[in-house]
């Protein structure tokens, strides 16, 4: 099978799961249902989910153990998307090809849809049929990588940064914090999930970390040479809101080479497990969109 249609087997498998999970829209509050559902199951890439069940195949386990640390990974995604979108952050009208949540429904609505994907990615680990012991270590890394330390401080440079000369070291931090923290923690859990030993499960969630700051600079990259109707939400962005990037600081040439560097990197982190080959696919993955 090829990494493409393994890949696309993973996202559908996911979205099964997620359509069990998410609350249905002929429950009350029907509205917030709708936009969770609308945001949720959009049409995305499904890279954190797919890092989650792939991580734990490497270690010659079942990858289904995973499915529900998968899908919550993809729930937190989808409210972070919902909450940059908004016009107090990064003021997006398109996303994955579609209005954003706050134009279809109100800023009222999709605020709190992502508030509640934001619960209930918790409630899915916490309910997961795993050993008690691996629920609350993915429950830790899961919080970490999504406070202060994570997503939401990463997300607040981000903001602050706007207009500002920024260093390297501040740049890297807010990449690390906003986009490669969530990455590193799907790696993570996926190894947990397999039972994977201490070792093991650093080397995973460093693979993580790598592709998860080469993501984030491609993404950057991409926010200069691709189009809307290829990455389904808006370009030239960046550049508009004066946001601290890889191309604005270091050119587009070397952005792309720092990304396809720091995916060999990953690579190499991850040659003695047994199963490594689908997770090198995903590192490159991660970049090749910039070719
Ligand atoms: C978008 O993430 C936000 C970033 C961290 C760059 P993705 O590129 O994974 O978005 P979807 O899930 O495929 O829409
Ligand atoms: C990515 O933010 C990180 C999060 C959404 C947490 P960006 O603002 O760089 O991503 P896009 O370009 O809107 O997807
Ligand atoms: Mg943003
Ligand atoms: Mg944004």
């Known amino acids: 099978v090829s990494f493409e249609v393994q890949?696309?087997?993973?996202?559908?498998?996911?979205?099964?799961?997620?359509?069990?999970?998410?609350?249905?829209?002929?429950?009350?509050?029907?509205?917030?249902?709708?936009?969770?559902?609308?945001?949720?199951?959009?049409?995305?890439?499904?890279?954190?989910?797919?890092?989650v069940l792939v991580s734990c195949a490497a270690f010659s386990t079942d990858e289904k153990i995973a499915l529900d640390a998968a899908c919550a990974v993809e729930m937190i995604h989808s409210?972070?998307?919902?909450?940059?979108d908004l016009p107090a952050l990064d003021n997006?009208?398109?996303?994955r090809g579609n209005p954003t949540c706050h134009v279809k429904f109100g800023e009222a609505v999709a605020i709190l849809a992502g508030d509640a994907l934001f619960a209930l990615g918790f409630e899915a680990i916490a309910n997961m049929n795993l050993p008690a012991?691996?629920?609350?270590?993915?429950?830790?890394?899961?919080?970490?990588?999504?406070?202060?330390?994570?997503?939401?401080g990463g997300e607040t440079l981000d903001i602050l940064s706007e207009n500002q000369t920024v260093s390297t070291v501040t740049l890297e931090t807010i990449h690390l914090r906003k986009t490669a923290s969530l990455i590193a923690a799907s790696c993570e859990m996926g190894a947990v999930c397999a039972g994977a030993n201490s070792e093991d499960q650093e080397r995973l969630r460093l693979f993580g970390?790598?592709?998860g700051l080469a993501f984030q600079i491609a993404d950057d990259v991409l926010n200069e040479t691709s189009t809307a109707e290829v990455l389904g939400k808006a370009v030239g962005s960046d550049r508009e809101l004066g946001k601290a990037t890889y191309p604005t600081l270091f050119g587009l040439e070397p952005s792309?080479?720092?990304?396809?560097?720091?995916a060999f990197e990953a690579s190499n982190l991850l040659t003695h497990l047994p199963n490594h080959?689908?997770?090198?696919?995903?590192?490159?993955?991660?970049?090749?969109?910039?070719k």
């Open 79 to 84: 409210f972070s998307l919902i909450h940059d």
């Open 133 to 152: 012991e691996r629920v609350v270590k993915l429950m830790k890394i899961l919080t970490r990588s999504v406070g202060t330390y994570g997503l939401v």
């Open 209 to 211: 970390e790598k592709i």
């Open 92 to 95: 997006d009208d398109l996303r």
């Open 277 to 290: 080959a689908l997770l090198d696919e995903i590192a490159k993955y991660a970049v090749n969109r910039l």
């Open 7 to 51: 890949l696309s087997q993973y996202a559908k498998l996911v979205d099964n799961r997620l359509k069990h999970l998410l609350p249905s829209p002929k429950e009350t509050p029907c509205e917030l249902h709708e936009a969770m559902q609308y945001s949720c199951l959009s049409p995305g890439k499904r890279l954190r989910p797919a890092l």
């Open 256 to 262: 792309k080479r720092k990304a396809l560097e720091l």
